[in-house]
């Protein structure tokens, strides 16, 4: 048995993938026998209890009492202690500057360290302000600080891998650890079938589930309109924001109306049923669909075929798949049409379907990342005995 610190910017009640995912872990290590403390930031709403695992609150996020806390109540527990940091610059405040917090891991060095990064520092653009290409250069020196302090680090997309192994250090690992769906997949055909009339009737459903940033809400902008013109298809926008993104969509394109629909925020449960509703999934990324996306997860773990896109952060492994329609990002008009010729054929629909279910289960189930961080942990202790 294992006990794992878990050190996240964020965890529920607080929104976001890296607290979905990070959840999702605590209760699958709990669940294979381990025991785990979750250090987060503080939160004005009711816990989000699980059995065994343990949420320890601090009193701000990541600032100076924050550390004092966390040294302190770490320095109790017997060692050698397992911490395990779920990485995010913007997660840990400061506006994503947050040296300290990197200091501070740099100065647990008699710790075993282990560093997901979920997301490795902001990018550089030449055609971005000034200051968001220091605060770039601030999150690289930020990444350097905490791979360097780590015994073993892990990336949610293997295009990271690189990077961070230049700044961890030779002989010390850097794995691939594919970030799983964060919505549990609820089997009712009823209950989804209900959930299809109500939005579609007998016409085609088409989704698309995520948080609706800027970014993906203007690919949505540029594919839904002839999308809906093309096929006849409803479309229905699941998650955080989703109804904002169904009254501009309206506002703008007055066709729309009574064609595209929004829920805004749901229960996970709730999420399922309308994701399984749907003939298939939208899902459009402006750096290209890659391991990292849990939108795509979603999709992908409910067998529901996806028409997404193509770019920078896209492994090979999506297209090699041959589970997903795939069209270049810089091209979004063209999800358009590749989603209204899907539509077209049920057979397709089916076979991709049961492409993209087959290659979660085989490469993204969250059964996969506990397998992969326990065998680890097996591993390094082996290595600690031997060297005893």
Known sequence: MTDWHVITGEYPPQPGGVSDYTRRLARGLVDAGDRVDVWAPPVDQPECADPGVTVRRLPDRFGPRALRRLTRELDRQPAPRRLLVQYVPHAFGWK?????????????????????????????????????????????AMASIVASSAERAFVSIPGWRQMVQSMIGNGKPVEWLPVPSSIPVVRNPTASASVRARYAGAQPLVGHFGTHGTAIRDMLDASIPPLVDASGCHVLLVGRRSDETQRELVARYPRLDGRVHGTGVLPDESVSLHVAACDLMLQPYPDGVSSRRTSAMVALSHGVPMVTTRGWLTEPLWEASGALEVVDAADPAGLATAAARLLESTARRDALGTRARALYLSRFDMLYSIRALRDADAESRHLTAVQA
Not at 108 to 123: G, K, L, N
């Open 96 to 140: 994503a500057a947050n040296v300290p917090f990197c200091l501070w891991l740099q100065s647990r060095r008699q710790d075993s360290i282990w560093v997901m990064f979920h997301e490795v520092a902001f990018p550089f653009d030449r055609h971005q302000s000034v200051s968001r290409n220091a605060l770039a250069l601030v999150n690289r």
